[in-house]
């Protein structure tokens, strides 16, 4: 059975339109984003405009029953392909304004041909974080959005922006004074959506009901704690009476508001210091990802469970981004290849048969997934029972990311072990 935790986190996730004040909406549950509708004048205001066009579909029918009045203009508050897929759908004939902040980056954009990057294993780990290709059952939740929704025009709906903002500036969304700010987050081109009149404030991704993926196992560059930290503060002194993110459901009420940001303010931080405290301790990566946890005052606050960020990758993200690779320990500034390392502890084990029955007997999922590494390194048929192993691993998993991960893999592992057995 999957961890009860992470499945009572599809409470976040009802498929609704929410009034968040008179003329404005949140439609939650559609997709693995949310999408916002801010109704003007003679027109309505799209806020970020989801992942597919099939998604993006079943939400405009959804606001054409509160509204007729044409989409005016459009806003992305970042770059993440869940936010900016289905725009076509919501202006079809394009012409519209799309704003968005000028560091917008994309990879739905046209990307430099010459740039070196891993964009096969980019490829694979972003089907195996959000489990692409297994079936709702198995993809319980994404940690920050539902496991089952359509997938059919998955990226299809790009408009690029066409109005680039450089700094704060008020703006009129058809007679809705509105007021965007630049707040970087869990993107460097984050941009909120404040509604002063309403105190309705669009927060994108900078918060959601999960601890904030600081580090997505995708394979991100370094999101900036710093940053991030000081965008909840900015966005807590606004005195939001509703906030809206870009998952999950809205928070109402000015306390909760104010709770939710600078607890989780807070809990970066605590991040940042545990980290630093425990490196200037020359305590290894390994150990500061086994150890860290969070404080007593914020550990109870649902908000925080590791559906979709995990503290000890946290951890090791913080390290890594201000550092780098190196841990401090001189050992492993020379580490010893895969099949060297697994030769090494045959020997120490008594040979291979007697490192596969350590393998088959451990008790320890994580100890068992490491010696089945060795044991595939060394040429041995240890992949069914790493396999076994990621899917029990998935069972008691709590962060939907490594749950969807462990059991991607594990049936990339099954399909390849299969043909070549055929």
């Not at 009802?14 to 109704?39: D, R, Y």
């Not at 046209?110 to 993809?139: H, M, Y």
């Not at 509105?178 to 941009?191: Q, V």
Request: negative net charge.
């Amino acid at each position: 059975m999957p961890n009860a935790a992470l499945v009572d986190q599809n409470t976040q996730f009802p498929k609704s339109v929410i009034k968040l004040a008179p003329g404005i909406w949140s439609a939650v549950g559609f997709a693995a984003s949310n999408v916002h509708m801010i109704e003007g004048r003679d027109s309505a205001t799209i806020i970020d405009t989801t992942e597919s066009t099939q998604a993006a579909e079943n939400i405009r029918a959804e606001f054409r029953k509160l509204t007729d009045k044409p989409v005016g203009r459009i806003i992305y508050t970042h770059s993440h392909r869940d936010h900016i897929s289905g725009a076509t759908v919501f202006a079809p004939d394009g012409g519209v304004p799309v704003l968005a902040s000028d560091r917008f980056s994309s990879d739905l954009v046209a990307v430099d041909q010459g740039a070196i990057a891993p964009n096969k294993a980019l490829g694979r780990r972003t089907q195996a974080q959000f489990a692409i290709g297994l079936s709702p059952e198995d993809r319980i939740n994404l940690g920050c959005g539902p496991g089952d929704r359509p997938m059919q025009g998955l990226g299809a709906g790009h408009i690029p922006p066409n109005r680039l903002i450089a700094s704060d500036c008020d703006i009129d969304l058809d007679g809705v004074a509105a007021r965007l700010i630049m707040a970087p987050g869990e993107t460097e081109d984050h941009m909120l959506v404040w509604l002063p009149d309403q105190k309705v404030l669009f927060g994108g991704d900078n918060w959601y009901h999960a601890f904030p993926n600081l580090y997505a196992i995708r394979g991100t560059p370094y999101r900036d704690f710093a940053a991030w930290a000081a965008s909840l503060g900015q966005m807590a002194d606004m005195e939001a009476e509703v906030l809206a993110p870009g998952h999950t459901l809205p928070v109402q009420g000015a306390a909760m508001v104010r709770e939710v940001l600078t607890t989780t303010r807070a809990a970066i931080l605590h991040v940042m210091t545990f980290t630093a405290d425990a490196m200037d301790r020359g305590l290894s990566m390994d150990d500061i990802a086994a150890t860290i946890s969070l404080p007593e005052a914020l550990a109870d606050k649902p908000w925080l469970g590791e559906f979709y960020g995990k503290l000890s990758w946290s951890a090791r993200a913080f390290a890594t981004g201000t550092l780098g690779w190196y841990d401090g320990n001189p050992t492993n500034l020379g580490r010893l290849g895969a099949v060297a390392r697994a030769e090494h502890m045959a020997k120490l084990a008594g040979g291979q048969a007697a490192l596969m029955r350590a393998a088959e007997t451990a008790v320890d999922l994580q100890w068992r997934l490491e010696l089945c590494d060795h044991l595939i390194a060394l040429g041995e048929p240890a992949q069914a029972l790493k396999a076994d192993t990621m899917i029990a691993l998935a069972d008691v998993e709590i962060n939907a990311t490594a749950r969807n991960t462990y059991l991607w893999e594990a049936r990339r592992l099954q399909s390849e072990t299969g043909a070549r057995d055929a």
